[in-house]
């Protein structure tokens, strides 16, 4: 029987948030939501920076067309199924062979196949790049798991499934949450919980443990950690703390008298003012740091232009400002959407990948350049996989899918499971990992790539599993202690191995 009570991990959230944001109220800006945070506890910072970098695809990212079967058989199959190649005319989302080039290596573990070989989606020259210098592993068919499953345990519901399966909002929510839509804390935020309080020696600031390039994102929310929101142009200023708000001069007066006073007598007034004033010194510190390096100067000057590119310039720019900021643990979110390709699929997909791939090439070199590449480890994440089949010239939603994981940490190669190249559900040994259209019953979770993740980063394992005398709602990821061990034939261990020790 396994324990599947996610809402339990927000309660201690509540229990603290309840107090520590009781005054902060609606009035103000989003920044000053930046609030009265407490101190987490200590975990394993050892004396080094670290920096984890979450680079999210919104709309479901095509695991078909990201990695392509390209042995004879498999890629014979891939083309039946996804229709003529590289022709969206004649119903087809296959990318024509003489376009590919095979990477290197085969999968570390092939269910129900041999000889399977992969390329890259044409457009990735910056992943096959890193691949190739051992810069990058490739994670297959992870999703979202509440436990080990099979297809037969899925089929007769006999073990729980993520709720409302195939939903964008839901499943980028489970992705970065564990919960639906309207969960409150992340996995990256409460991993921020236990960095916190690696930042505030030497003058620090525990508010730039989790900070965000993309908004709002529940990934980075945790039980003390919030995340601080900085734009591609720098850190965000209240606007009223201008010379005037709406015309009237005295509005801004009141409110910088808010920033700068924080000894009031009336106990709301007075927390309004801690808060104004922390907010205010927040941007001013990043500010300043962000001064010392120049988008337009090497290396920052060699990222592409488009909007993931410019986000992860400026996590490049906050990381090279880390010992002016103080900081020693971080955690970081970009993103790119445009991947909800029902159609237009070889054209749209084409274009994002071309993106995500080149940023992060273009990230981690300026990494290298900095001497810290083995220090920042960049990962993808994704609501779901797509459909391999076609539905024209595009796919639906679908459920697991693969991700990148770049960094000079990395152990390079491929890890978990290949899928067969398939569209049965049948319950055929081959089928293992169908539930019908090609979408693909997940064969690692995703509590166990970011339990990979963060055992690297530095959380300990009673940290990432929690105690089952508390039902496991003191865990960072509520769902890793269903996992470890062997399944259904399946190694579903904690810790992945693609990140070398810590």
């Known amino acids: 029987m396994y324990l599947i009570q996610p809402q339990l991990q927000s309660r201690r959230a509540f229990l603290r948030r309840a107090g520590q944001l009781a005054?902060?109220?609606?009035?103000?800006?989003?920044?000053?939501?930046?609030?009265?945070?407490?101190?987490?506890?200590?975990?394993?910072?050892?004396?080094?920076?670290?920096?984890?970098?979450?680079?999210?695809?919104?709309?479901g990212n095509d695991y078909g067309n990201t990695l392509i079967p390209f042995d004879n058989a498999n890629y014979a199959a891939y083309q039946t199924i996804r229709g003529t190649a590289g022709s969206e005319a004649a119903n087809g989302i296959a990318l024509a062979k003489a376009s590919l080039t095979a990477l290197?290596?085969?999968?570390?573990?092939?269910?129900?196949?041999?000889?399977?070989?992969?390329?890259?989606?044409?457009?990735?020259?910056?992943?096959?790049?890193?691949?190739?210098?051992?810069?990058?592993?490739?994670?297959?068919n992870c999703g979202p798991l509440i436990a080990p499953m099979t297809k037969a345990q899925y089929q007769s519901r006999v073990i729980?499934?993520?709720?409302?399966?195939?939903?964008?909002?839901?499943?980028?929510?489970?992705?970065?949450?564990?919960?639906?839509?309207?969960?409150?804390?992340?996995?990256?935020?409460?991993?921020?919980?236990?960095?916190?309080?690696?930042?505030?020696?030497?003058?620090g600031n525990s508010l730039f443990t989790c900070i965000s390039i993309t908004g709002n994102a529940v990934f980075l929310s945790g039980d003390t950690a919030l995340s601080y929101q900085v734009g591609t142009g720098g850190a965000v200023r209240i606007d009223s703390m201008g010379n005037s708000v709406y015309g009237f001069n005295a509005v801004g007066n009141a409110m910088r008298s808010l920033g700068t006073n924080a000894n009031r007598v009336h106990l709301l007034e007075n927390e309004y003012?801690?808060?104004?004033?922390?907010?205010?010194?927040?941007?001013?510190?990043?500010?300043?740091?962000?001064?010392?390096?120049?988008?337009?100067?090497?290396?920052?000057?060699?990222?592409?232009?488009?909007?993931?590119a410019t986000q992860l310039r400026m996590v490049?720019?906050?990381?090279?400002?880390?010992?002016?900021?103080?900081?020693?643990?971080?955690?970081?979110?970009?993103?790119?959407?445009?991947?909800?390709?029902?159609?237009?699929?070889?054209?749209?997909?084409?274009?994002?990948?071309?993106?995500?791939?080149?940023?992060?090439?273009?990230?981690?070199?300026?990494?290298?350049?900095?001497?810290?590449?083995?220090?920042?480890t960049a990962f993808t994440s994704s609501e779901f996989g797509r459909t391999l089949s076609s539905n024209g010239d595009g796919s639906d939603h679908g459920w697991g899918g693969h991700q990148f994981v770049v960094g000079g940490a990395v152990n390079a190669g491929f890890y978990g499971y290949a899928p067969p190249v398939s569209v049965s559900s049948t319950s055929a040994p081959a089928d293992q990992w169908h539930v019908g259209q090609g979408r693909l019953l997940p064969s690692t979770g995703v509590d166990q790539y970011a339990a990979t993740?963060?055992?690297?980063?530095?959380?300990?394992?009673?940290?990432?599993?929690?105690?089952?005398?508390?039902?496991?709602?003191?865990?960072i990821l509520p769902?890793?202690?269903?996992?470890?061990?062997?399944?259904?034939?399946?190694?579903?261990?904690?810790?992945?191995?693609?990140?070398?020790?810590?």
């Open 273 to 308: 003012s801690k808060i104004t004033k922390r907010s205010v010194d927040a941007e001013g510190a990043i500010t300043a740091a962000l001064a010392l390096t120049s988008a337009n100067s090497a290396p920052y000057s060699n990222f592409p232009t488009d909007n993931l």
């Open 479 to 502: 769902f890793l202690h269903n996992f470890g061990g062997t399944a259904n034939g399946v190694d579903y261990a904690r810790n992945l191995g693609f990140m070398k020790p810590a």
């Open 23 to 59: 005054f902060t109220g609606a009035a103000l800006p989003t920044a000053i939501n930046l609030a009265a945070l407490g101190e987490a506890a200590a975990f394993n910072a050892g004396s080094d920076y670290k920096a984890l970098v979450c680079v999210f695809l919104y709309g």
């Open 453 to 475: 993740l963060a055992k690297w980063f530095g959380v300990n394992d009673l940290e990432l599993v929690g105690t089952a005398g508390q039902n496991y709602n003191d865990a």
């Open 104 to 140: 290197g290596g085969n999968p570390v573990s092939v269910i129900g196949q041999t000889g399977l070989q992969y390329a890259l989606h044409p457009s990735m020259t910056g992943m096959r790049d890193l691949y190739a210098d051992g810069k990058a592993a490739i994670m297959l």
């Open 316 to 376: 490049a720019r906050l990381i090279a400002a880390r010992e002016t900021l103080k900081t020693k643990r971080q955690v970081f979110m970009v993103s790119i959407g445009g991947f909800d390709l029902h159609d237009n699929l070889i054209d749209g997909h084409t274009r994002n990948m071309g993106r995500v791939s080149g940023a992060m090439k273009v990230f981690h070199d300026t990494m290298t350049s900095l001497g810290i590449a083995d220090k920042v």
């Open 160 to 203: 729980a499934t993520p709720p409302k399966l195939f939903s964008h909002n839901d499943q980028q929510s489970i992705w970065q949450s564990s919960s639906p839509e309207g969960s409150t804390i992340g996995w990256g935020g409460n991993i921020g919980d236990l960095a916190m309080s690696s930042n505030t020696g030497n003058g």
